[in-house]
């Protein structure tokens, strides 16, 4: 909808370089009730101003001052900390300043719109995760897919979650998985054992499995410092979920998770002794905190 009345709903910007697409993206947009106001731009220029229109009068003069907001680096144009834009649907193949690079400079803001990519490339979902993306759609873009990652918007600002949720170690990091031709966003947090195959790994969850394009060993080293430890050549598990390690007939095996559900997991000769050592060590950090 073009009206200016955005009480009630969410605010949204739609950019794609491509009219068609972009005309979709912003009829499927406005069909949905809970969107109040949607907004178009045709590039990273056109979606950098109306950002900048959308500030509030003390934030404009603030942005105004000397030294005050960030310049885009291909326009010089400066970028407001805030703005009543709370989603941005956005494309990554643009001429100019592309998606990816755009999400960068909205990363920069003090209140950043929630990114939303919707491309017809499904190999870019790891990079849009990494700026920050809250989903990754791909075209031809589905009604309902489009509702789901509204939806997901709506559920996480009601739950206060604007900022990811944090971890010991760091950021709950999320995978992209594909799921026929639909790209799901698997936390890490739900992950209780990888399996490597080949150069692929699969994430086992309490939900089911997802096979990722990416090497065990990426995945170990990214993981290493949120609990996750290499049992095996082809397992890594989350330590915090391992209930049991016991010597059988074969050598030690891990179980993890408890019920009817649990795995039970090789462990080879070379990682016994690390996987007992971080097991003694997490044993004792949980025994000081209390």
Request: glycine share 8%; with cysteine.
């Amino acid at each position: 909808m073009d009206s200016n009345d955005s009480s009630g709903g969410l605010v949204v910007l739609a950019v794609d370089d491509e009219e068609p697409a972009l005309e979709e993206l912003a009829y499927l947009l406005s069909e949905d009730p809970r969107v109040a106001l949607v907004l178009k731009a045709s590039d990273a220029t056109d979606a950098l101003r109306i950002l900048n229109s959308r500030q509030g009068v003390r934030e404009a003069a603030a942005a105004a001052q000397p030294g005050r907001g960030m310049a885009n680096p291909m326009t010089g144009t400066r970028v407001a900390e805030r703005t009543d834009i709370e989603v941005v649907f956005l494309d990554i193949r643009m001429p100019g300043l592309d998606g990816l690079e755009l999400a960068r400079v909205f990363s920069s803001m003090a209140v950043p719109p929630a990114v939303v990519f919707v491309t017809a490339h499904d190999d870019r979902a790891v990079d849009a995760y990494e700026v920050g993306a809250v989903d990754y759609l791909l075209k031809p873009l589905r009604g309902e897919r489009l509702a789901a990652s509204i939806s997901r918007i709506i559920d996480s600002r009601a739950a206060g979650a604007a900022e990811p949720v944090r971890d010991e170690g760091g950021e709950d990091e999320v995978i992209p998985v594909e799921l026929a031709g639909t790209t799901k966003l698997v936390p890490r947090s739900a992950v209780r054992y990888v399996e490597a195959q080949g150069d692929y790994a699969r994430l086992h969850t309490h939900e089911g499995s997802h096979l990722v394009r990416i090497p065990l060993s990426v995945l170990e080293d990214r993981w290493r410092d949120a609990g996750f430890v290499r049992i095996h050549r082809s397992f890594l598990v989350s330590l915090p979920l391992v209930t049991e390690l016991r010597l059988s007939g074969s050598g030690y095996v891990v179980r993890v998770g408890s019920g009817p559900d649990c795995a039970e997991l090789p462990v080879s000769r070379r990682h016994t002794r690390e996987l007992k050592d971080r097991l003694v060590r997490a044993t004792k950090q949980a025994w000081s905190q209390r």
